[in-house]
Every structure is written in structure tokens, then in C-alpha cells.
């Protein structure tokens, strides 16, 4: 949606965070984005701080690519793409207990998936990430 323009990217969050703390009218994609950082309250302050690195040696999580990931398999669970990712879903909300524990477990392979794919300069590969998905159901 924004490219790399990772300062954007935040103020969109920051921004749909402000409208739902002041119960202001919200777009469609700031309920998604706003119903994420509800889940999340371990990042709440870390949506207004903009400018902060969050830096994987130091053994961070950035939130907001961790909130995107959230937001990226919903999006992929509501078009079922790739074919077959609702049935697993449905099936990992049984064996993990809920629905966030269950997309907790898929980012995962969507993060890995993306990053393969970046590191690679190649599209992803949706069979192997469907496998890898796969795979958390053998628990």
C-alpha cells in the first residue's frame, strides 16, 4: 500500500488508533488495523512512537511489521488465497485454542515465505508457504 515508506505505514496506524481512542468514524481498513492493536496491548504505546527502531538483534519485535502480518493473513484468509489457507486456519483455531493463537503460529510461515522471497529477489512461493502452513498441523 505504501511501498517502503515505512513512516506512512505508521502514521496510518497511529492515526486509526487516535480516531478509535476518540470514537471517531473509522474506515474500513482502520476497524482492521484498530481491531489488530486491540489484540495487542503489549504495543499500544509503541503505535504512537513513530520514529522509534525496533532492532531484531537487539532482540525487538517490531510491531508494526508484526501488526502487518496479522493484517496480511487476514487478508489472505478473506480471499482464500493461497487456496486451501481457510481450511488450515479453521483447523489450527482447534488445536491452538483461538483465532490469534492460530494466525500467531501462520505468520510465522508468512514471515519466513516473505523473507525467502526478498532475500531471493524471486515472487513467493505459494505452494511452499502453503506446505509450510501445512506442517502446523502436524503438532
Given at each position: 500500500?505504501?511501498?517502503?515508506?515505512r513512516n506512512q505505514l505508521?502514521?496510518?496506524?497511529?492515526?486509526?488508533?487516535?480516531?478509535?481512542?476518540?470514537?471517531?468514524?473509522?474506515?474500513?481498513?482502520?476497524?482492521?488495523?484498530?481491531?489488530?492493536?486491540?489484540?495487542?496491548?503489549?504495543?499500544?504505546?509503541?503505535?504512537?512512537?513513530?520514529?522509534?527502531d525496533f532492532l531484531p538483534?537487539?532482540?525487538?519485535?517490531?510491531?508494526?511489521?508484526?501488526?502487518?502480518?496479522?493484517?496480511?493473513?487476514?487478508?489472505?484468509?478473506?480471499?482464500?488465497?493461497?487456496?486451501?489457507?481457510?481450511?488450515?486456519?479453521?483447523?489450527?483455531?482447534?488445536?491452538?485454542?483461538?483465532?490469534?493463537?492460530?494466525?500467531?503460529?501462520?505468520?510465522?510461515?508468512?514471515?519466513?515465505?516473505?523473507?525467502?522471497?526478498?532475500?531471493?529477489?524471486?515472487?513467493?512461493?505459494?505452494?511452499?508457504?502453503?506446505?509450510?502452513?501445512?506442517?502446523?498441523?502436524?503438532?
Amino acid at each position: 500500500m505504501f511501498g517502503n515508506d515505512r513512516n506512512q505505514l505508521r502514521k496510518m496506524y497511529k492515526t486509526a488508533w487516535e480516531k478509535f481512542q476518540q470514537q471517531t468514524i473509522l474506515t474500513p481498513l482502520e476497524i482492521q488495523i484498530t481491531d489488530v492493536i486491540k489484540e495487542h496491548p503489549e504495543y499500544h504505546d509503541f503505535v504512537l512512537q513513530l520514529d522509534k527502531d525496533f532492532l531484531p538483534e537487539s532482540g525487538e519485535t517490531n510491531p508494526f511489521l508484526h501488526m502487518g502480518l496479522h493484517l496480511g493473513l487476514r487478508e489472505q484468509l478473506a480471499t482464500n488465497r493461497p487456496q486451501g489457507i481457510t481450511d488450515i486456519y479453521q483447523r489450527l483455531i482447534k488445536i491452538k485454542g483461538s483465532a490469534h493463537d492460530a494466525e500467531h503460529s501462520m505468520i510465522e510461515c508468512l514471515a519466513e515465505a516473505m523473507w525467502s522471497s526478498q532475500a531471493n529477489n524471486t515472487p513467493p512461493d505459494e505452494a511452499k508457504y502453503l506446505l509450510s502452513l501445512k506442517k502446523l498441523l502436524q503438532i
